[in-house]
């Protein structure tokens, strides 16, 4: 998880690193942290953040102007103030709440909660562990068994369709009534099968070739 603070005062960009950085270590939680002094340095950054911890009292410019023109790849917005009159203009898409500065335990809930939201989309729950979606190769559907196929093979009691509907769509694909692919890991595609880059060769249901084809594209240029 990714978490930015933006913050044009020093003395609370450090107070506001250093709660979250005090919170992911007695927590167990990987959160890398960028601290940013202005919008500028903000939109500069090309890397998906989860969470924005935003200072709404800025010079030059509000944190709810910086709200309303932000970048695609800032996720959510907490706003952290010391002045509650702003509060009733911080509404607004990607905003999921806000915290005064004068109680700053009240952003553990919200961390808490997103981090488990961005680790739901970066992993599935299997058998009760969290796996990366990006170590699965395939799934093989039998009946009400799946067989997942990451650095090892994971055998769970659930249909196909069931982890069809749970895994990212931008990422993996139903390329047969018996296997789910992931898009990250085709080396090559032909008219029966695709192989992937871990050497296994899964079959693909006729004229599914252009169409795999496609959503590899897609995929790609989305990276």
Known sequence: MKIGILDDEDIWRKRLYNEVLNYSIKNNMSIDISVFTSNDELKDVGEEIDLLLLDICMPHITGIDIKNTLPNHIMRVVFVTSHDEQMINAFGDRVYGFVDKCHLERLYGYIKKIYHLALCQEHILINGSYVKNESIYYLKGEGVYTSVFADQEIV?????????????????????????INLQHIKSIDYKGVILDNHSYVKISRGMVNHIKKAYAQYMMRL
């Open 156 to 180: 769970v009691r659930k249909k196909l369709k069931e982890f069809e509907n749970e895994l990212r769509q931008d990422m993996f694909m139903r390329v047969h009534k018996s296997y789910i």
